[in-house]
């Protein structure tokens, strides 16, 4: 049924009499909280169910209000010690004792009045909100017969006595109150020789003694036996029986006197445990056991407080064996005595009154009583503050200010207390709350005492913010359009409308109503949203409809929003699909999951609604079939395998689409995938291996001399296979560098002749992403034993120290013998060459050992905690390389800082000088910084540089060119030209020196001795130094020598330098490669050839076929921007 508009909401008048009603007895009760409403009652102990009286009629409530008022109250006990003893009958509001038994004898022990307080509200209705306060005085019923601790008694007594000698006996306790408590003694039989005298308590505990009347003479009477009967004053009255036994000894005649017969105390409650607070002290005149004095309680004494105060039994100090508290006793009285040693022993009776400090010590404890049925605190939304929330009872046994009480709350913007008794409060609103804001809010109440230091208690209470219905409902989109195809089956679904309400429980519950306009075409379900056809629709009769649909909310009352729908009738299928594009190209990475989504293509159909709809299929003769798959519905092509672009490296497929109503049409499309190398594949470590994994060198070896060349590979392509080398751990002393690009281990400092090993962690590292890395041990041994003009430079085939063989294969006599000649010379021809020499041998800070390897004193050296002896022969332990690992991204890559510093980094070394020479072929001259060429420098004049090492891409052969590339040089020496330690600059102006090329692959070599680096300066332009940190792999023409080549098909390298790229600038899309041995570039996207490439410095790449579009185009000519080439700083290559 649709909702007809202009409903009407009646106001709702019912129940306006008894709400004025209960306002009028509010302000009754609230003129009646100005005094103290209490009530009194008795009982007696043990009783259950036991009616106590009306509290409604015994209060005066009942005559207060009108009995429709009446009849509504509802009576509660609030929680509190005593509520648990007494119920309130829930229809006739009677106060009963309840089923648990109530003991005066526990609740208020030896107390003469036993009164217990309980409060009682109105909690219904909770406009009439009070407290009763309910005194129940507790009668005491004779239910405990006097007891005594032991049933017999044993007193000694010197024959010597003097009549009115008394004898302590123990009392009887009976734990009734009142009467039924009191005790008296009679002795049986009656004597002439004794008499029993029972001293009432006046400040101390009672005393109860049997007191000689006559004289004794333990010859005629050696014992007596005598019977006391202890009776109460109960009714019916109860009693008991002690057999005293009297025992007549020798005298003892002199009694204990205590120094005071009365002491009086006062300690705090606090007062530490097992601590003398008072020396009570008693003498004797006898001597020996006689007058040796021990101190006890009396039996009542022990019986009473024995758990609380202890006695030390010789010196007579009192001391607490348990905490003491002022809430709960005030004052002790005890009773102490002073016994002698003698067979007839004397003793005398002291009192001591101890008396309790308070102390602030106990937290109050809050009580909360929400008044509603659920138990939980709750509150309406939108009401103006004032709103009862619940009712606070605080509790501080403490006394005085300690006791007093007062609470706070912390948020006060949106709660307040109100004091309603002495430590009694009421919770209320301070504000106005929102249900769809916050449906709880919680508040903190903090009551405190005003002690010294004050004490206080936190309690939380969560508080409901009960929901109106004060929001109307919201459709998600203020109207709705839709289609649906003509000559339609109904009903058919078409779509959702949702609507939200704020509002929360059955005032948020939307339904759904659709227009009466709107109800011959289309449906709603109530509940869901769901909209459906209601008949068949005519596009030649109607070509589409608008109308209302409600939501109603489920509040009284009811709430309504409202929103407009407009269904589109479209015609059938006639349009046949086709795709957005007709060839796709998409690329991924090889090594993917299966299912990894390649691209997604899109067919479109003109028609509307599932006339649209096309499948997407592989074609039958999709070479790729087997390959990837296709999502029928979205068109989202995936992987079906894991793609290795090493094998196959793209991919065509043939896509068709076709739609799914009849007249089926179709479509095709070609899609072309490419495969894109990824770094799977970790670095490969040749040299240093597990098999081969040692080089050794002269111990006297020059600064500069090259160690070896670590050699390493890495079969993935571009920047995956681009490797940088590092000395990462066990280069401590920073003996050593590593050319990163090409693996070349340098040495980089002046050796002294120390015999030693070295292992060094080596790590290789792609520039994949993510970067992967492998690691080996290196062991450098350097040789005291190899002269420095030896070739004791070790190489990737270098043994380990072989015991009796020096690195130039002498024996160890021979070198003996020479060594001692050596120093025979040197200590006859000069003493001062000796002590100069002592000076440098011994004078190196100790810092620059290494922790793991050390020399002894018979020149034993100890490698990772073996100690290998060069002349026992032993083999080093062998080490194992670690496998290889991915390195982190931050892993710091060497690199040069500031080129005059750090230019050593880059020398090259490890030919000879007869090799230079030959492969020199009479171009130029070298200059030499040590006695080999462990350290080589190109020689620089007012001709420039001689020559350049080359390093091809691949074998990493060295050679040397001979060419003159750069052009003249103006020299100019500086200061810093004749300094032993600061490297050595030159300025040039760089001009063109005719058509020679600088090769990509030629790198410049210096070091820090007296070196020149190279700088170029021009016009307008800052002077730079240049030299290359990593070779490119780009080929350039033929050397004299041999040419550069890499394998055919694979991808070339390109270099930046200044932020640019020789290649890349032009062609973005470019990929270049070798084909037939020569670098072919192929362009797939935008870019231009001709002259815009050649004046980019693609010279390097003479020559170059570039292919573009599948035009082959050739760029010849000379190197006219060799030397703007030349002079840019590549330094980040």
């Not at 019916?236 to 007549?248: F, G």
């Not at 001591?352 to 009583?369: A, F, G, M, Q, S």
């Not at 021979?814 to 040197?826: R, Y």
């Not at 890349?1064 to 797939?1084: E, S, Y």
């Amino acid at each position: 049924m649709a909702l007809k508009s202009g409903v009407k909401s009646t106001r709702c008048t019912y129940g306006l009499r008894s709400v004025l009603l209960l306002a009028c007895a509010s302000m009754c009760m609230n003129v009646a909280l100005a005094g103290t409403l209490s009530l009194n009652y008795g009982v007696k102990e043990e009783e259950v169910d036991r009616s106590l009286g009306d509290i409604l009629v015994d209060s005066g409530l009942s005559q207060r209000y009108n009995s429709s008022i009446s009849q509504r109250i509802k009576l509660s006990i609030l929680k509190g010690i005593y509520a648990r003893y007494f119920v309130i009958s829930p229809r006739s509001n009677v106060l009963r004792t309840s089923d648990i038994r109530l003991d005066r004898d526990a609740i208020c022990p030896k107390l003469d009045s036993c009164v217990v307080q309980l409060d009682v509200a109105v909690s219904e209705p909770i406009a009439l909100f009070e407290i009763i306060k309910i005194n129940v005085t507790v009668e005491d019923l004779n239910d405990n017969a006097p007891s005594f601790p032991e049933p017999e008694a044993t007193v000694r007594i010197s024959e010597s006595a003097d009549p009115g000698t008394p004898m302590a006996l123990p009392l009887a306790f009976d734990y009734d109150s009142g009467a039924s408590g009191n005790v008296s003694y009679d002795l049986y039989p009656e004597s002439s020789i004794f008499d029993l005298e029972f001293l009432p308590a006046v400040m101390g505990s009672p005393d109860l003694r049997l007191v000689t009347t006559g004289s004794l003479d333990r010859e005629t009477e050696s014992e007596y036996k005598l019977e006391i009967e202890a009776k109460d004053n109960g009714n019916p009255q109860l009693s008991t029986t002690l057999q005293v036994r009297v025992m007549i000894t020798d005298s003892n005649d002199n009694t204990p006197i205590f120094n005071e017969p009365l002491y009086d105390v006062t300690i705090p409650e606090d007062y530490p445990l097992s601590t003398p607070f008072i020396a009570l002290s008693a003498t004797d005149m006898d001597v020996g056991d006689n007058g040796v004095i021990v101190y006890a309680f009396s039996q009542q004494t022990a019986l009473l407080y024995g758990a609380t105060f202890g006695l030390d039994p010789n010196s007579g100090d009192l001391f607490l064996v348990s905490g003491l508290d002022y809430e709960t006793s005030t004052s002790y009285y005890l009773t102490v005595l002073a016994t002698d040693k003698g067979p007839e022993a004397r003793r005398a009776t002291a009192r001591v009154t101890v008396r309790v400090k308070d102390i602030n010590d106990v937290t109050p404890r809050v009580t909360i009583n929400v008044l509603t049925s659920s138990g939980v605190a709750e509150v309406a939304e939108n009401h103006e503050a004032g709103q009862f929330v619940a009712h606070l009872s605080v509790e501080d046994p403490d006394g005085g200010q300690a006791g007093d009480v007062s609470c706070n709350v912390s948020n006060t913007d949106q709660f307040v207390i109100v004091e309603i008794y002495d430590n009694e409060f009421k919770l209320v609103t301070n504000s106005s709350f929102d249900h769809e804001y916050s449906d709880s809010v919680t508040v903190s109440v903090t009551c405190s005492d005003k002690g010294l230091p004050p004490l206080s208690t936190t309690e939380t209470l969560r508080v409901t913010i009960l929901d109106e219905n004060d929001n109307i409902p919201q459709f998600l989109q203020q109207s709705y359009t839709t289609n649906i195809r003509e000559n339609n089956t109904f009903p058919v679904p078409i779509f959702f409308v949702s609507a939200i309400d704020k509002d929360g429980g059955v005032n948020g519950k939307v339904s759904y109503h659709v227009d009466e306009s709107g109800e011959k075409y289309i449906q709603v379900n109530t509940t869901s949203g769901l909209v459906s056809s209601n008949g068949r629709f005519d596009r030649e009769q109607i070509e589409y409809f608008t109308t209302l649909i409600y939501a109603v909310d489920g509040g009284s009352p009811p709430l309504t929003g409202t929103s407009t729908i407009t269904v589109l009738v479209d015609d059938i299928n006639d349009e046949a699909p086709y795709f957005t594009q007709k060839t796709y190209v998409f690329g991924t990475f090889e090594n993917q999951i299966i299912g990894t989504t390649i691209g997604q293509v899109a067919a479109q159909d003109n028609d509307t609604g599932p006339r649209a709809d096309v499948v997407y299929t592989l074609t039958p003769d999709s070479r790729g079939k087997n390959i990837f798959k296709i999502d029928p519905e979205t068109g989202r092509i995936s992987t079906k395998k894991i793609l290795d672009r090493e094998e196959v490296d793209s991919y065509v497929l043939e896509i068709m689409a076709t739609n799914t109503m009849y007249p089926y049409y179709t479509a095709t499309a070609t899609v072309s995938i490419h495969i894109a190398d990824k770094n799977d594949l970790a670095p490969t470590i040749v040299f240093p291996s597990k098999v081969n994994d040692t080089v050794q060198i002269s111990a006297f070896a020059a600064r500069g001399s090259s160690v070896t060349k670590i050699e390493a590979y890495d079969a993935d392509l571009g920047k995956n296979s681009e490797l940088v080398y590092q000395l990462a751990k066990g280069n401590d002393d920073d003996l050593f560098i590593v050319n990163p690009a090409s693996g070349e281990v340098i040495l980089q400092q002046i050796l002294d002749g120390r015999q030693r090993v070295y292992n060094i962690l080596v790590v290789v590292q792609d520039q994949g992403k993510p970067k992967k890395a492998a690691v080996a041990n290196l062991y450098i041994v350097l040789n005291s034993s190899i002269g420095a003009s030896s070739s004791g430079v070790g190489n990737a085939d270098s043994k380990r120290l072989r015991a009796g063989q020096t690195g130039d294969g002498l024996t160890m006599e021979m070198t003996i013998v020479i060594i001692v000649g050596c120093l025979s010379a040197v200590l006859a021809g000069c003493l001062a060459t000796l002590l100069a020499f002592l000076c440098r041998r011994y004078g190196r800070p100790e810092s620059r050992k290494r922790a793991d390897v050390s020399k002894n004193a018979n020149d034993s050296m100890t490698y990772n905690d073996v100690k290998v002896d060069p002349e026992s022969g032993a083999d080093e332990p062998a080490i194992t390389p670690l496998t290889s690992v991915t390195l982190a991204e931050s892993l710091d890559q060497q690199s040069p800082g500031d080129p005059a510093d750090r230019i050593d980094m880059w020398i090259t070394s490890g030919c000879k000088k007869e090799e230079l020479a030959h492969m020199d072929s009479g171009h130029g001259s070298w200059a030499e910084s040590g006695s080999d060429c462990g350290t080589v420098a190109v020689e620089c004049g007012t001709s420039g540089p001689r020559g350049y090492f080359r390093r091809q891409a691949i074998s990493g052969v060295q050679e040397y060119n001979p060419r003159f590339p750069i052009g003249q040089y103006t020299t100019t020496p500086t200061a810093a030209q004749n300094s032993q330690t600061s490297p050595r600059r030159e300025s040039e102006n760089c001009t063109r020196s005719g058509s020679q090329t600088l090769y990509d692959d030629y790198i410049i070599f210096s070091n820090r001795d007296n070196v020149p680096q190279f700088h170029c300066s021009g016009s307008g332009r800052r002077p730079e130094t240049f030299f290359i940190r990593e070779p490119p792999i780009l080929p350039g023409s033929p050397s004299p020598s041999e040419p550069m080549r890499t394998h055919d098909g694979e991808r070339l390298r390109t270099f930046s330098g200044n932020n640019r790229r020789l290649v890349k600038d032009n062609f973005p899309d470019a990929d270049l490669r070798l084909q037939d041995g020569n670098p072919v570039m192929t362009n797939n996207g935008s870019g231009s050839v001709g002259s815009s490439f050649s004046s980019d410095r693609s010279q390097e790449l003479k020559p170059l076929n570039v292919k573009q579009n599948g035009t082959e185009l050739s760029v010849g000519g000379t190197s006219s921007e060799h030397l703007r080439q030349t002079c840019t700083d590549i330094r980040d290559v």
